[in-house]
């Protein structure tokens, strides 16, 4: 059975006397206990006509969503629309003679009072809903050339044909805000201190209306979704951390009056550890040479460069240590303003394997790469091989 009187009656809140009546006789007729009626039904249709038959009480419990007619007596099992018994006082509105204070804190108290149902949800109309970021993962090749990209998702928009109401036809809503969106909520806050203020109508969630017919352009949902898609197009130059905006693109929502922007963020997706480290228009190439390569030079040929064009490129310019850094310049990424950075290709040194020397061979390599030193040692003095704790290689 619903609360609102004139709900259980099936009257607008504007009803006339006889129409109270009217509706009362067809009601009670049909659902009279001695007919098989339902009798806390036909309790609530007898509670209806007695309190809205009676102008003083009708006009309480307009103001008030109280079936108490003056105030301190039990509570009126109304869904607790106001709290029972409450001594109200309004200045404005009644003939109600007792002293009081009459305040209007309108929403900042509102939700405070909303233990009648009556909170506050969401936040006020208006402006643009917040943007949505989105990542958007690339791979490297796909920073270096550019790439297009389209992003689909369902969109949704304010249906035109209901402004958003989801409603062909209304009426003002009948549940207690009167067609307003608002119902007022009453709390003593002292001897004979009452302070008034608004709350949001549940009932019609404080649109004011109740829907008589539903849109059918949106079919009640107030929204119509389509397909969207965006055209994304990264251009070579660009890198991590840059956005691309897309002005407007985001969905309606009831709360807010224009759509926010969809905002992609590029990322650098990588499988695994990355091959190819990045830094502004640069990159950095981990390089393994052998032992022989370090002396001799080497050539290497780049199959995972993000050029697709697998550069080769090779080193004659004398023995390297492990961790030297050999440059090449346009081997980087591209340039914004045209043009690429620099490759630097950071060499790490196998080291050589272990081999057992002959004598003549070790003469050779000496003789190559130059003679170990020999310190002639003082007599008695003993020789300590060393251990190896960590490898200087990787
Ligand atoms: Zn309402
Ligand atoms: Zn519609």
Redo the contacts with the bound molecule.
Sequence with gaps: MSGDLYQRLGIGRGASADEIKKAYRTLAREHHPDKGGDPELFKGIQEAHEVLSDDRRRQIYDATGSVNEGGGGPPGGMGGMAAGGVPFFMSQMGPFGMPGVNFDMGDLLGSMFGGGGGGRRGPARGGKSPDKHQDVGLRLEQFYKGTDIKLKFNQARRCGMCNATGAETTEP?????N???F?MVHQQIGPGMVVQSRAQ????S???K?VLRMCKGCQGKKFIQKEKVLDIKVLPGMVVGETLTFAGECSDMLEYDAPGDVVLDLKLAVDGAPKYEWHGVDLTYKHYVSFAESILGFECVLSDHPSGESPKYSWRGGPLINGSVLKMEGGGMPKRSGGFGVLHLQICVRPPPTVAWSAEDAAKLAGVLGAPSVTIMPEGVKELLLDSAESVFN
């Design positions: 809503c009948g549940a207690g805000c067609g307003t969106g119902r109508c549940d009932a019609c404080g649109s004011g109740r």
